[in-house]
């Protein structure tokens, strides 16, 4: 057995060192399953005026498992998002191994984020580098998301322990006022509420609010603000509220977010505990129970599958087995269900990563995109790398 594990291990080092080098040399930039509206069709003709055609030409190409972002004009480039992932990583990697070369990354890529905040807000604030069309809203370029804010926020505040950088620290704290005042919020008969994507919709997402909710938790670290945790407290509640007996939360509110699928629970269990883990309040502690259960019962097979629904395996998604390994990590289990996150790795390393280091996007039933995305596939790749590598190579 622990010849097999050692095997695991130098495949997953070499699966990991590959996809590394592969980012770096694509110095972290990329295209998006969402970029389409990046196009000059959309962006100098008529055509960009119609929601619909909007919404048809994103689908397009993220459909489409032949990349045709080079012939309409869509260019490699940052997205906010995937480099606060990578910053998280290398953060990861440095709590490991400290040397030059890591903190040359984080220093590299805090900076980056720093000059990539959306201006006009209460506080700092990022969004993606493309317009975006979803059904329930239109977002323009750069228009700031909870989602986003999150993930960069929580990457400077780790930053800031490793470089002790003051604007790191300063800024991650600004985030709170982001949250707390320019996000719309929904509130339920208990006074609870979720938090809107945007400043710009009023959509009921679960895992939107709870990653709200994280973000101040985690701030509320370094302020001691005790409006911080009553806040994240409310939208635990709201979220928790909505549970399905099963211990499944569908995406959201609207009749078309009724579907249940693998990455985003695994979102909701990280954010729950983390609220939990710094406010030391166990309420919802038996939602957490119920909905990890469910999580890892229903999501992954005996060969190492991540499912994408509940009840559909395709399309298998590159961001499932990345969250499964998240999502251990930051519940403290990583090291118990080492069995399962081995299986699960050794499918995705064997089924979805090139030759050339990054891995695919998605495998459907009969075809398989392999088109390169900076955000979705090789940053959340190299994001979960990193936790596997801080649990199991901490003492090298």
């Not at 549970?243 to 509110?253: E, F, L």
Request: charged letters at 20%; proline letters at 4%.
């Amino acid at each position: 057995m622990k010849k097999i594990e050692k095997q695991l291990n130098q495949q997953f080092k070499h699966s990991f060192k590959k996809l590394k080098n592969y980012c770096e040399k694509e110095n972290f930039k990329g295209w998006d399953p969402y970029d389409g509206l990046n196009s000059w069709v959309i962006q100098k003709t008529f055509l960009g005026k119609s929601r619909f055609f909007r919404l048809a030409w994103i689908q397009s190409f993220k459909r489409n498992p032949i990349n045709f972002r080079p012939l309409f004009g869509i260019k490699k480039d940052y997205n906010p998002k995937g480099l606060g992932l990578f910053l998280i990583g290398y953060c990861n990697l440095y709590k490991v191994k400290p040397n030059q070369e890591y903190l040359n990354q984080i220093n590299v890529l805090s900076s980056e984020l720093l000059k990539l905040q959306t201006k006009g807000y209460s506080g700092a604030c990022w969004g993606y580098n493309f317009d975006w069309q979803a059904r329930a809203f239109y977002q323009p370029k750069y228009t700031p998301t909870v989602v986003a804010t999150t993930f960069i926020g929580e990457a400077l505040l780790e930053a800031y322990e490793i470089t002790k950088r003051q604007e790191l620290l300063d800024t991650a704290i600004s985030c709170s006022q982001f949250v707390l005042t320019d996000l719309n919020k929904s509130y339920d008969t208990n006074n609870n509420f979720t938090l809107s994507y945007s400043p710009l919709d009023k959509t009921q997402v679960y895992n939107a609010g709870l990653l709200g909710a994280k973000l101040l938790s985690l701030i509320f670290k370094y302020t001691k603000e005790p409006s911080l945790l009553n806040e994240a407290r409310k939208i635990v509640a709201y979220v928790c509220d909505k549970q399905q007996k099963s211990g499944a939360w569908s995406y959201g509110t609207l009749p078309f977010h009724q579907w249940v699928d693998n990455f985003h629970t695994g979102y909701n269990l990280e954010c729950i505990y983390t609220y939990q883990s710094i406010s030391g309040d166990k309420t919802f502690k038996p939602y957490i129970n119920k909905g990890l259960n469910y999580y890892l019962d229903t999501f992954f097979t005996k060969e190492g599958i991540s499912k994408y629904y509940n009840n559909s395996i395709f399309p298998i998604d590159i961001h499932a087995p990345s969250q499964l390994v998240v999502t251990l990590s930051k519940l403290e289990l990583l090291a118990k269900n080492k069995e399962l996150v081995d299986r699960v790795l050794n499918w995705t390393i064997d089924n979805m990563q090139s030759p050339k280091g990054y891995f695919y996007y998605q495998k459907k039933k009969y075809i398989t995109s392999k088109i390169s995305y900076i955000r979705w596939a090789q940053s959340w790749m190299f994001y979960a790398f990193s936790y596997y590598h801080l649990e199991f190579n901490k003492d090298e």
